[in-house]
Nanobody
């Protein structure tokens, strides 16, 4: 079992920044990829970014490339999503998740999920 707890969401003005955290506990993450997804009301859950736990390879959705940065702290078992240049269209519930598939992008490929944290960007 892997437990994931997100934090760091909130309300921010357009152009602002937030840093999301995802604290992981339970089974070892050494062979995992950690991903961030987001879901706006009435829309599907979309891939945002992913990082391989062991070597730190990353992948980003085109919509966030250059604005968001995913990173991890192995000692703290925590994954971060630094979000800069936020736009109203970034408003969503953000979820972190774990997969054993390298840099997977599809939600169904992830087996553990956090509860989500709300990010709201005002214009």
């Amino acid at each position: 079992q892997v437990q994931l707890v997100e934090s760091g969401g909130g309300l921010v003005q357009a152009g602002g920044s937030l840093r999301l955290s995802c604290a992981a506990s339970g089974r070892t993450l050494s062979s995992s990829t950690m991903g961030w997804f987001r879901q706006a009301p009435g829309k599907e859950r979309d891939f945002v970014a992913a990082i391989s736990w062991s070597v730190g390879r990353t992948d980003y959705a085109d919509s966030v490339k250059g604005r968001f940065t995913i990173s991890r702290d192995n000692a703290k078992n925590t994954v971060y999503l630094q979000m800069n240049g936020l736009k109203p269209e970034d408003t969503a519930v953000y979820y972190c998740a774990r997969t054993q598939r390298l840099l997977a992008r599809a939600p169904h490929q992830y087996d553990y999920w956090g509860q989500g944290t709300q990010v709201t960007v005002s214009s």
